[in-house]
């Protein structure tokens, strides 16, 4: 079926759907946050049903997580009640997920309580909600069809933030002791989309006044003050609104919520969703320009979500429930291109400078470059097996290959941006791509349109006629030692490696040795990864070691750094002491070309396509905060 054909029957069938869902008596679910500080969340869900077994479920297949990181190991205290009697109930013997029991003759309404342990995005003054840690439902159902009214009760006196729709007529309240606060109904595919932050210390500040539909960011924080944005960040955010809209050509939500936690304690966190984005850093990682450039695209990078991955999706990650398995095999445009756009935004907003953008664009291309696993392992299937290979163990992560969808995908499309510019001689981009891609159907409400290769393909040659079929498999499917460059070069720029490192990288506390010696190395001398087939590598360094000595000195990142930087004018090796468990060795590495970081260097003569990519496409917004280059 063509794509518009699948959009209109898609639409219809949802359209069609809300009647139905109307008629239906729908679950009714409490999430109780009052115990937030003691690390504990509490639901009372009241479920409609018949007589007869039945079988519930929580989800196990989160979208934009990419792989079974349902929390079922964290619900607790499960209590079925019917008619005032507690009833029975068996957990599957090969589904943990689900819970199977049986109800008796004329019940009409299930009663549970659970309680979920919650160790992440909470602390004194903060929760955030999941709502896949506390939801049930009915197995078996797509979950688009299973109507739920949800509500909330949070500690007296904190704000709340998120996309759902109050269940009254304007904003949210702020709750008083025992106070619960209403939604209205919607179906749990939408439920579980629409997180939940609250707070103590809670601000809502609405974005771009004068653009439609309304976007505001919510923001919670353990210090007071925190939650108090700056001036600048909050043009640059206005800025972010028009520019994606002016990008992308439509919206697929009816409001927008950027949900921002301010905290050291609560965790860092970045997870899309269609009407809003759950975003986590630091306390201070918005307080000023130097914190903020570490972030800069984390919230362009989770609003183009609502374009790419929510609202247009791979096929084989929509899946009609969330127990299904997803499969990850167009996660390269998921999440690769949302990491292109994601860093542009942020460059075209004024979140990051263009030096910034740069500077990103040399880290990422430098990385993949040495990263070793690349001489076994395509793009394609670190995107197929994204949920073996998310989180884990750091050692060998070059050899074995990590998450490379992400930094591969924006180096891909940065290539077919460049490639569209140069065949239509500058009179068209990737923007008119995302347009009719990320578009189709105009404005709509959240919905979820899938895609195929075949539909990626046939869409960019609507922009301008090529082999884009055979461009992306050699790019994404082939085996490629090097890194895609091509972008880079087509851009009026060369990826070099200079002597002094770029302004805000170097590893954060430890010693950026990465492009020299071949190593990750911590403040403390710890060794998290060695570069398959590097120097470190040839000298039998190994992750887990721990670095004592550098040339009979004791271990700093100093001593280390100057090591490297004097192994020019010096023949013999680098000479480590290291100890692993209860050994200790001697490591000596035979380097000789000093410090090496890596760096873009403009070609003269070329046109300069990366400062035009980078730049607005609408006029920004004056900061009143002096933004220097980093």
Do not use: C
């Not at 078996?140 to 009760?153: D, L, M, Q, S, T």
């Not at 090591?563 to 290291?578: G, N, Q």
């Amino acid at each position: 079926m063509p794509a518009l054909s699948r959009l209109s029957a898609f639409v219809l069938a949802l359209a069609a759907l809300v009647p139905a869902m109307a008629q239906k008596t729908p679950i009714r679910i409490v999430a109780d946050l009052s115990d937030a500080p003691r690390k504990l969340y509490h639901a009372e869900v009241d479920l409609p049903v018949t007589s007869g077994p039945l079988t519930l479920t929580t989800p196990k297949w989160i979208p934009g997580h990419h792989m079974p990181s349902g929390p079922v190991n964290d619900i607790t205290g499960v209590v079925f009640t019917a008619n005032g009697q507690t009833l029975a109930w068996r957990r599957d013997d090969v589904d943990l997920y689900q819970y199977h029991l049986t109800i008796p003759k004329g019940v009409t309404t299930l009663h549970a309580h659970l309680d979920a342990i919650v160790t992440s995005r909470v602390t004194q003054k903060i929760a955030v909600l999941e709502w896949e840690k506390l939801l049930l439902y009915p197995a078996g159902i797509p979950v688009h069809e299973i109507a739920i009214e949800p509500a909330v009760k949070v500690p007296a006196g904190w704000g709340i933030g998120t996309a759902l729709a109050p269940a009254g007529e304007g904003k949210y309240p702020v709750p008083e002791a025992g106070a619960v606060t209403r939604f209205q109904a919607t179906n749990v595919e939408q439920l579980e989309d629409s997180p939940i932050i609250s707070g103590q210390y809670f601000h809502e500040y609405e974005l771009a006044k004068d653009v439609t539909p309304k976007h505001y960011i919510d923001v919670v924080s353990d210090e007071p003050e925190d939650a108090e944005l700056r001036p600048a960040l909050l043009a640059e955010l206005n800025n972010l609104v028009r520019e994606a809209g002016t990008l992308y050509g439509s919206h697929h939500y009816g409001v927008y919520h950027f949900l921002l936690t301010l905290s050291d304690v609560a965790g860092g966190e970045g997870l899309e969703h269609g009407q809003s984005s759950d975003n986590g850093v630091g306390e201070k990682g918005f307080s000023d320009a130097e914190h903020q450039s570490r972030e800069a695209d984390l919230l362009p990078h989770e609003f183009t979500h609502s374009w790419n991955g929510k609202y247009r999706r791979p096929a084989g990650l929509y899946q009609p429930d969330f127990a299904t398995a997803q499969q990850g095999a167009l996660l390269w445009v998921y999440e690769g291109m949302t990491q292109y756009w994601g860093n542009v935004l942020a460059a075209r907003a004024g979140l990051a400078t263009q030096q910034e953008f740069l500077d990103d664009l040399a880290m990422t291309a430098a990385s993949l470059d040495t990263k070793s696993g690349r001489a076994w392992r395509s793009t394609e299937d670190t995107a197929i097996a994204a949920s073996i290979l998310r989180g884990g163990n750091p050692a060998w992560v070059n050899w074995r290959r990590s998450q490379d969808y992400y930094p591969e995908g924006q180096l891909v499309w940065l290539d077919a941006d460049t490639q569209i510019r140069a065949l239509t001689g500058g009179k068209k981009s990737l923007d008119d791509f995302v347009k009719i891609f990320l578009g189709k159907g105009g404005n709509t409400a959240s919905l979820i349109v899938p895609y195929t290769f075949d539909e990626v393909v046939k869409d960019l040659n609507t922009v301008v006629a090529y082999d884009w079929a055979k461009f992306l498999d050699e790019r994404i499917n082939k085996i490629n030692p090097r890194a895609d460059v091509a972008g880079i070069e087509r851009g009026g720029y060369k990826l070099v490696y200079k002597d002094k490192p770029l302004k805000g990288a170097g590893g954060r506390g430890g010693v950026d040795v990465w492009y020299s010696l071949g190593a990750r190395v911590s403040g403390e001398g710890q060794v998290a990864d060695v570069r398959w087939g590097g120097v470190a590598d040839k000298a039998k360094l190994a992750p887990g070691d721990k670095i004592l000595a550098v040339n009979d000195r004791t271990f700093s990142p100093d001593v280390l750094k100057k090591a490297v930087h004097d192994s020019k004018t010096v023949t013999t090796p680098i000479r480590l002491i290291v100890s692993n468990e209860s050994f200790v060795r001697i490591v000596e590495v035979d380097y000789h070309d000093g410090e090496r970081y890596p760096a873009l260097e403009r070609v003269e003569g070329k046109p300069a396509l990366l400062d035009a990519i980078a730049a607005p496409l609408t006029k920004l917004e004056k900061v009143d905060e002096e933004k220097k280059d980093k």
